[in-house]
Nanobody, 124 residues
Framework: QVRLVESGGGLVQAGGSLRLSCAAS????????MAWFRQGPGKEREFVAA????????YYADSVKGRFTISRDNAKDTVYLQMSSLKPEDTAVYYCAADDSIKLVTNYRFYDIWGQGTQVTVSS
């Protein structure tokens, strides 16, 4: 089964930018829809962004639309999340997840392959 490893988190001031990466362990990465979720302290895990296996379609939570961009490079088995205009409320652990269902879904309960998470902290 494919394994996922996130990187790129850190501490940034409000208004700043970060780029998260999620590297997959296998070349079957291109068979999976990929998504980013986040979980803040005391909060439920929430959808952030998703991209279809081919990269032809992307989806975003309203809270990040226009500020975050998801992309993937199937040749490198990697998905990215470019985050700009960061706000303190973006502070969370960010997880990438993979799903091989035919149709992309945005509910975290349908994803069964997860990375370990990377912390993003936005200071005001």
């Amino acid at each position: 089964q494919v394994r996922l490893v996130e990187s790129g988190g850190g501490l940034v001031q409000a208004g700043g930018s970060l780029r998260l990466s999620c590297a997959a362990s296998e070349h079957t990465f291109s068979n999976y829809h990929m998504a980013w979720f986040r979980q803040g302290p005391g909060k439920e895990r929430e959808f952030v962004a998703a991209i279809t296996w081919s990269g032809s379609n992307t989806y975003y939570a309203d809270s990040v639309k226009g500020r975050f961009t998801i992309s993937r490079d199937n040749a490198k088995d990697t998905v990215y999340l470019q985050m700009s205009s960061l706000k303190p409320e973006d502070t969370a652990v960010y997880y990438c997840a993979a799903d091989d269902s035919i149709k992309l879904v945005t509910n975290y309960r349908f994803y069964d392959i997860w990375g370990q998470g990377t912390q993003v902290t936005v200071s005001s």
